[in-house]
């Protein structure tokens, strides 16, 4: 038997049980943050930089402090000024403390400036249009050239600029982080190689575009404490950086996600909840803010850009021998995930070819542009399409078909690479290796759904349309090993019901069905029976929060190990009520049982025992997890295209995204981030970008302009779960969520070529630039 | 709190309803200080479609509209559409398909599809994509609510003709169902 047969007999996990709270979401019942604010909330609105960079000489607000209905004005001038980060990550972070709540100086278009909060919307920016600013302007840096150059501006000059762990940081050269290492020798291996390669690689900023802008919301409870309730996707990391921004004990503040309308990485950010808690402390008053689309996408966080400069040998016989990746992000004016995205651009890449001399150098800017941040897929994004396209330029070299070309060089099962050792998030990264892969599986079922052998070389085609397969393969992680900590706890009701509280931060994705799932199957009771709560920073555990793929796994585990522990005290209780020894009971369908099935006690009698009868006590299970492994799910993307050689339009025809996530906990789910996932990553393929104007404004921001996938763009997609058993996950289960956004750009890139001989080392791929790349193979020809 | 300086009166999911409002409150604005909150904030353009309402059977962005607008109108948002006991046809095949993952789409994708079914008579994909093409959303890629969507669509067109001819009317009333 498969180890993933196993599978196959649970009775909760590994189906598609209906997701808990679909229902109340279809129904329209209240449910994220603007859902709650009483009607007599003030409204908050903020002064952004119309400059990219400039010194502020003159900040007067005293004209919007008497304004009708104001109650507040924030500026510089009278809130501590506490450098912090606003990234949501371990403590302390691996990133700058270099944003402060407000500056005397911007460092973008969209940054902070002043803020007031009135009695309604309308009073609100009436007061700021009387806010008077003097501006300074200064030099500012929009490319990573001009950041890097010698004597470039200074974008964070203040003295307090400075990172809380020892790790390069330098800004005065615009330097947010550099992370390198090497095993083996590249120059070794370089010389081995019969083909070398060396190409240079850019992507571009997008933005996460979840339908639900940031918003939050802050109150004073009559007890005097401070009440978020945000669209966070790290609560406990908000507590933590609320009170440090505004200088209170985190005691005093309470932090509440209710349901959250997407995410994706930008809500692993504090951007707004430091603003609306110093107004609702100065106030009194709920205070209530919620960025409107713009907003979104000129402050919100963004993709960072990259430039992958890849360096490879290659033997004649398909053996990689040498690989140098050099990795610059611009993380934009705040460097909040700038090292971590930088070095998951090595860690989440590079260890998926066998390769003995591997090389890797990241390093992450300043510039005067927005901010880059995490985003699903977090750097392997980017890196997967250098890395990818050349993959498919090495196959052909030494004549070998590209998919081969993989399946010779992919990473197998109980196998490790160097960087897993060498590359952590602001340290030296936890040895591993492989458990579960399922890819030599993913690569055939994708292969043969796309019609892999239909695949032609490009120069034998001609015409008007023509068409192109092409490929990538993947992986990521599960969690982040050694830091990352989830907690769960779990009690019993009267009717035998169970509260499930877990700090783990269902953004929308399902993650609170999943953990139900996990905890009933531990339970060996029914989904059903679970009452899931996240997260609130007074009544759930801990948790790092909804980010690097971790939820399943990890904190999937501490919901495991909770219910195990509530387990043994309903098998005590039961035997107890049974008259028997503990050995000779077992759980099964929501009730103890005797060994001989002759007797039994459901979970509802036990609750009433423990509760109200005998040696009464609460059945109550808790647990924490961490591990020291992450799990690399792993996939493969094909896609067949139509390029349009008139117009440079790209058709997608067909699109297959086949994926190892271990065990699918809730296959129907875990199709859903595959999809959804895979359509936002079609889409940054092919038409999202960031426009910007030579003052470092964007110019696109609504969705009218920067244009995200609709039902009608939607290409017939085909999504395969090949099943795995990750031994060290729960069930078997390993991560899904980000896997899947990686594919496309390298996928259509990959299929370009081969339907035009048109190689695009940027994206998206627009027909503008599609057209150029194909008018240029012409005249070559 | 919004002061308010006029009034506007329409039908609300069946019933003759008057609002205090101003001249430049939206629609979106309205509904959801009167306590209508399945009716979403998501980009204030008229672009995702998350505000989507019915006016007068058509699909409409609530977030464009002046509340005023609707003088003498019929609206009908997402709390018409179903309830936790009776969840209309497509509410329940979107949440058993899976498609509901953030959520926040789904009420104005009800909303449309609504529209769509009282409007047309032939269910065919490029009009179905026509009508739904307003509403976006970043989760799932389309792929189960599109599921879920056929499936509501064929069930109506396979079902007797009595039936849809009987919601139009209740709709033409005032839209209770």
Known sequence: ?781 | MTKTTHTVSFTLNGEKKTFGTRPDEKLLALLRREGYRGTKYGCGQGTCGACTVLLDGRATYACLLYAMQAEGREVRTIESAGTFDNPSVFQKELVAAGAVQCGYCIPGMVMSATALMETEKVLEDEIVKEYMDGNLCRCTGYEKIWVALRKTLDRQAAAPAKKPAAKSKSSAKGGKK
Not at chain 1, 355 to 380: H, M
Not at chain 1, 405 to 431: D, V
């Open chain 1, 1 to 781: 038997m498969n180890r993933h047969e196993k599978a196959k007999n649970f009775k909760q996990v590994n189906h598609s049980v209906t997701k808990i709270d679909a229902l109340q979401l279809a129904l329209g019942k209240d449910s994220y943050v603007a859902d709650f604010v009483p009607n007599d909330a003030l409204i908050v609105k903020m002064l952004w930089s119309p400059h990219a960079h400039a010194r502020i000489k003159k900040l007067d607000v005293s004209k919007a402090e008497k304004m009708p209905g104001v109650k507040a004005v924030l500026w510089y001038g009278n809130v501590p000024r506490i450098a912090h980060c606003t990234a949501g990550q371990g403590f302390p972070e691996p990133s700058p403390y270099d944003t402060f709540m407000f500056d005397k100086k911007v460092r973008f278009v969209g940054d902070r400036v002043a803020a007031v909060a009135a009695e309604t919307e309308e009073q609100a920016l009436a007061a700021l249009e009387v806010i008077k600013v003097e501006y300074e302007l200064l030099k500012p840096v929009f490319t990573l050239d001009e950041a890097m150059a010698p004597g470039a501006p200074v974008i964070h000059d203040e003295a307090e600029a400075h990172v809380p762990i020892p790790i390069p940081y330098e800004p005065k050269k615009n330097l947010v982080a550099h992370v390198a290492c090497e095993a083996g020798s590249f120059e070794k291996g370089l010389k081995e190689a019969d083909f070398t390669f060396d190409q240079t690689f850019e992507t571009p900023y997008a933005q996460h575009c979840p339908i639900e802008p940031y918003t939050s919301l802050a109150q004073i409870a009559p007890s005097g404490r401070i009440h978020i309730t945000t669209s966070t996707q790290v609560p406990f990391h908000c507590r933590r950086i609320v009170a440090k921004t505004l200088d209170v004990p985190v005691q005093k503040i309470r932090v509440v996600k209710p349901r959250i309308g997407g995410g994706f990485g930008c809500k692993q950010e504090v951007l707004l909840d430091d603003v609306t808690a110093m107004f609702a402390l100065r106030t009194g008053r709920a205070c209530l803010w919620q960025f409107n689309r713009e907003e979104t996408f000129r402050t919100g966080r963004t993709r960072h850009p990259f430039r992958i400069r890849l360096k490879a040998g290659v033997k004649k016989d398909g053996t990689i021998t040498a690989i140098d990746m050099e990795a610059i992000n611009n993380t934009g004016a705040y460097g909040g995930h700038g090292l971590t995205v930088v070095s998951c651009a090595g860690s989440k890449v590079l260890p998926l070819y066998h390769c003995e001399n591997i090389k890797f150098d990241g390093k992450s800017y300043y510039t005067n542009l927005p901010v880059g941040g995490a985003y699903r897929g977090f750097g392997a994004t980017q890196a997967f399409f250098a890395m990818e396209s050349l993959m498919d330029q090495m196959a052909e070299a030494i004549g070998m078909d590209p998919m081969k070309f993989r399946q010779i060089n992919h990473i197998r099962e109980g196998e490790g690479s160097p960087i897993f050792a060498a590359l952590g998030e602001g340290r030296e990264g936890t040895p591993m290796t492989v458990g579960s892969n399922a890819l030599a599986e993913c690569i055939v079922q994708g292969a043969e759904a796309i019609g892999w052998e239909k695949r032609r070389d490009w120069r034998g085609k001609t015409g008007r349309y023509r068409r192109g397969i092409g490929m990538a393969c993947l992986m990521q992680g599960s969690s982040i090993p050694d830091i990352d900590m989830g907690a769960a706890s779990i009690k019993i009701n009267d009717d035998g019901s169970f509260n499930l509280l877990v700090g783990a931060t269902d953004l929308g994705t399902g993650s609170d069905t999943v953990l139900a799932q996990i905890a009933a199957e531990e339970l060996e009771t029914a989904t059903a029976k679970m009452i899931v709560y996240s997260s609130d920073t007074d009544l759930t555990p801990f948790d790092v929060g909804a980010y690097a793929s971790s939820t399943t796994y990890l904190s999937g585990e501490a919901v495991r190990k909770a219910a195990a522990d509530a387990k043994r005290q309903i098998l005590a209780t039961g035997a107890e009520m049974l008259g028997l020894p503990v050995d000779q009971v077992f759980c099964e369908d929501s009730a103890v049982r005797s060994k001989d099935d002759k007797h039994k006690v459901t979970y509802g009698d036990i609750a009433k025992y423990s509760l109200y009868q005998k040696n009464q006590y609460q059945i109550m299970g808790t647990a924490s997890h961490i591990t020291k492994k992450s799990p690399p799910p792993f996939a493969a993307h094909y896609a067949e295209i139509e390029v349009d050689t008139w117009t440079g339009f790209i058709k997608v025809l067909n699109y297959v995204s086949t994926i190892d996530c271990g065990t699918a906990v809730n296959p129907a789910l875990a199709e859903g981030q595959t999809e959804g996932g895979t359509l936002n990553g079609i889409s940054y393929a092919l038409t999202e970008e960031y426009l910007f104007d030579e003052k470092g404004r964007m110019q696109n921001a609504s969705f009218a302009d920067y244009h995200i996938y609709s039902m009608r763009d939607r290409p017939p997609l085909k999504t395969i779960l090949v099943p795995s058993y990750e031994e060290t996950g729960p069930f078997g289960a390993k991560s899904v969520s980000e896997i899947c956004i990686n594919g496309a750009a390298p996928v259509f890139a990959n299929a370009l070529y081969n339907a035009t001989g048109a190689r695009l080392r940027e994206f998206p791929l627009t027909p503008e630039k599609v057209l150029k790349a194909i008018q240029a193979v012409e005249v070559k020809k």
